[in-house]
Nanobody, 125 residues
């Protein structure tokens, strides 16, 4: 059964950068569209980006557009989220997940399963 694992989170100062990775040990991600989501304390889990299997369809939430870049390396079975110009409001647990549908601009969490454990991103001075 597909299981995803996120990594790359940490503490960064405002304006800094981080790159998150999403992998599926022992399983291939290349056949799945992948989404990135985040959840801050007391808030709903929100979709921030998705990418289809051949990287030709990509969507971003308005809150991260122009600052975050999603990409994938199917040879390495890994999906990345490059986060630049980070702001304190980007602090959250970040999750990746696969979908059996396709990368849609709605970025609905209901379309995605399974979920990893998440990786914490904290943006603070």
């Amino acid at each position: 059964q597909l299981q995803v694992v996120e990594s790359g989170g940490g503490l960064v100062q405002p304006g800094g950068s981080l790159r998150l990775s999403c992998a599926a040990p022992g399983y291939g991600l290349s056949g799945y569209p992948i989404g990135w989501f985040r959840q801050a304390p007391g808030k709903e889990r929100e979709g921030i980006s998705c990418i289809n299997t051949n990287s030709r369809i990509i969507h971003y939430a308005d809150a991260v557009k122009g600052r975050f870049t999603i990409s994938r390396d199917n040879a390495k079975n890994t999906v990345y989220l490059q986060m630049n110009s980070l702001k304190p409001e980007d602090s959250a647990v970040y999750y990746c997940a696969a979908t059996l549908y396709y990368c849609k601009g709605t970025l609905s969490r209901d379309d995605y399963d399974p979920w990893g454990q998440g990786t914490q991103v904290t943006v603070s001075s």
